[in-house]
């Protein structure tokens, strides 16, 4: 009866709203998810997203091994942390401000990535002898979440604040999030963006994937991932505008503006577009509010978007470099 009731996008929301805003409504959140298993392990998607990041990081010329690293957003299951650290990365700092992981999550996820190593490889371009030798060496003496994090090489922070983390100058080769820009207030994410800036190392990177479209399209097919964009800020302050389903709107252009502007500039810019979601704004069938009537339907419609940014200073004078070698 649940599983059907959360199928409809408001009655989702509606619950969402009032546990966001009672005593222990988290907790409670919690507890629906476990038992109606409605965030229920889907080993091979979770494993693709945090091998895209890992592309990502091959396709501006780098890789995880050795690496200092710093995770926005732990989640419930630390697929991207484990598997940075099965390619033998040297620190990871995972830091969230929810405390969604624990040690059954843990396991199960390690658990999972044990079950999937040629999938990995696979995913990752990695040799698969050296990637089940690696998770050999990650198995953990003790049953316990702490154990396990510390065989994988990860420090576990929350509650944490990415805009403040007190790690020193220039000493992440990367920072990386997966499905987590989306779920920041832009002032918040300018400010995670001028401490990414400051922690990361001259040649690091900014590697992120997120999803700008409406989540509430993932469950209900009624909607599409542009559905949200018809409702005003005070409108859509109830339905996703706070709390547990918390979706700032931004469009990609935001995004782009907001890494310009604290410094980055762009080695891969990548955005996937919902043709569901493109044809109902061009036949006029979702109505957008006037808020968002000056992006372009392409850019109302875009439903992802993959992002490697350096340093401004670096990025100009690696190409400048590239631009005085093609010209001798």
């Known amino acids: 009866m649940i599983k059907k009731i959360m199928k409809n996008w408001k009655n989702k929301a509606h619950i969402l709203a009032v546990l966001s ?14 038992s109606v298993r409605t965030n229920k392990l889907d080993a091979e998607t979770e494993i693709r997203k945090a091998a895209d990041l890992i592309r990502l990081i091959k396709e501006a010329n780098r890789t995880p091994e050795n690496a200092n690293i710093l995770e926005i957003g732990t989640g419930w299951r630390p697929f991207v942390p484990m598997m940075l650290s099965l390619l033998n990365a040297k620190s990871i700092l995972t830091i969230d401000v929810n405390p969604w992981l624990d040690e059954e999550y843990a396991f199960e996820t390690f658990e999972c990535i044990g079950s999937h190593l040629e999938l990995i490889a696979k995913e990752c371009e990695a040799d698969i002898n050296y990637i089940e030798h690696r998770y050999q060496e990650m198995i953990p003496e003790k049953k316990s979440l702490t154990s396990l994090l510390d065989s994988c090489r990860v420090d576990y922070l929350c509650p944490g604040d990415a805009r403040k983390t007190d790690l020193p100058d220039e000493s992440i080769d990367f920072v990386v999030s997966s499905n987590v820009l989306e779920h920041i207030p832009a002032e918040i994410l300018s400010e995670i963006l001028v401490e990414s800036k400051r922690v990361l190392k001259t040649n690091g990177f900014a590697v992120h994937r997120f999803n700008p479209q409406d989540h509430y399209s993932g469950f209900d097919s009624s909607i599409t991932g542009a559905n949200f964009l018809q409702f005003s800020e005070k409108e859509w302050k109830w339905y996703g505008g706070t709390g547990l389903a918390y979706h700032n709107r931004l ?24 043709q569901k979601a493109l044809n ?22 875009a439903d992802y978007m993959w992002v490697v940014a350096g340093k401004t200073e670096v990025s100009s004078i690696n190409s400048s470099k590239k631009e005085s070698l093609q010209n001798k």
Do not use: W
């Not at 805003?21 to 476990?34: N, V």
């Not at 061009?282 to 109302?300: F, R, V």
């Open 21 to 34: 805003r009672i005593p222990y409504g988290r907790q409670i959140y919690h507890k629906l998810q476990r």
């Open 251 to 274: 469009r990609c252009r935001d995004y782009e503006n907001l890494f310009e502007q604290n410094g980055f500039q762009f080695e891969v810019n990548r955005v996937r577009m919902d």
């Open 280 to 301: 109902a704004i061009q036949a006029n069938e979702l109505s957008i509010h006037d808020d968002y009537k000056k992006y372009t339907p392409e850019e109302l419609a």
